[in-house]
T-cell receptor, first 113, second 117 residues
Framework: GENVEQHPSTLSVQEGDSAVIKCTYSDSASNYFPWYKQELGKRPQLIIDIRSNVGEKKDQRIAVTLNKTAKHFSLHITETQPEDSAVYFCAASVTGGGNKLTFGTGTQLKVEL | GAVVSQHPSRVICKSGTSVKIECRSLDFQATTMFWYRQFPKKSLMLMATSNEGSKATYEQGVEKDKFLINHASLTLSTLTVTSAHPEDSSFYIC?????????????FGPGTRLTVT
């Protein structure tokens, strides 16, 4: 089955700096890669996703890049703000293959003033 | 749109009792719902995939007789934790995929915090 690794497990940045979180996946059939933000005790919220037919996607301060050959994808947050502090999870799935999500282990992001 | 609710949000039960958690898609029909378990400071682990009108598909290591899943309609799936024990204490989250969307974005419920004493 799919295995998703995520690094780093914790990340501390100064407000205004950029943050990068990286994930690798094992199943070459995976073609959908969402990123979620989860605050303590809350549901995961989809912040951005990318499909395997594109290499990069951007939405305001958030961007995701995908390298299918290397089987890795990354989340980039620019101009970080304190409200960006949360746990971020990457995930991978196969469209039509049951659509099961395999999650990474999570990154605790702390944006310090 | 695409709202998923869960009930209850929190439940405390005694060891040996059963607890039922409901997951509803409020404004869309969901042919597929998923149940996850999340321990403190850990990731979401898929427990089972629930398809309307058919038996759930459980992930390896998840006891189907302990975690009973029923997907009776296109808007409701239930998870029953039978004979709960303290090690079953966790955050249980459901998600749903819209039958119309044609994609694979999962909409998550708010989660249910189960504490077994």
């Amino acid at each position: 089955g799919e295995n998703v690794e995520q690094h780093p497990s914790t990340l501390s940045v100064q407000e205004g700096d950029s943050a990068v979180i990286k994930c690798t996946y094992s199943d070459s059939a995976s073609n959908y890669f969402p990123w979620y933000k989860q605050e303590l005790g809350k549901r995961p919220q989809l912040i951005i996703d990318i499909r395997s037919n594109v290499g990069e996607k951007k939405d305001q301060r958030i961007a995701v890049t995908l390298n299918k050959t290397a089987k890795h994808f990354s989340l980039h947050i620019t101009e970080t703000q304190p409200e960006d502090s949360a746990v971020y999870f990457c995930a991978a799935s196969v469209t039509g293959g049951g659509n099961k999500l395999t999650f990474g282990t999570g990154t605790q992001l702390k944006v310090e003033l | 749109g695409a709202v998923v609710s869960q009930h209850p949000s929190r439940v405390i039960c005694k060891s040996g009792t059963s607890v039922k958690i409901e997951c509803r898609s409020l404004d869309f029909q969901a042919t597929t719902m998923f149940w996850y378990r999340q321990f403190p400071k850990k990731s979401l682990m898929l427990m089972a995939t629930s398809n309307e009108g058919s038996k759930a598909t459980y992930e390896q290591g998840v006891e189907k007789d302990k975690f009973l899943i029923n997907h009776a309609s296109l808007t409701l799936s239930t998870l029953t934790v039978t004979s709960a024990h303290p090690e079953d204490s966790s955050f249980y989250i459901c998600s749903a995929i819209s039958s119309l969307a044609g994609g694979n974005e999962q909409y998550f419920g708010p989660g249910t915090r189960l504490t077994v004493t």
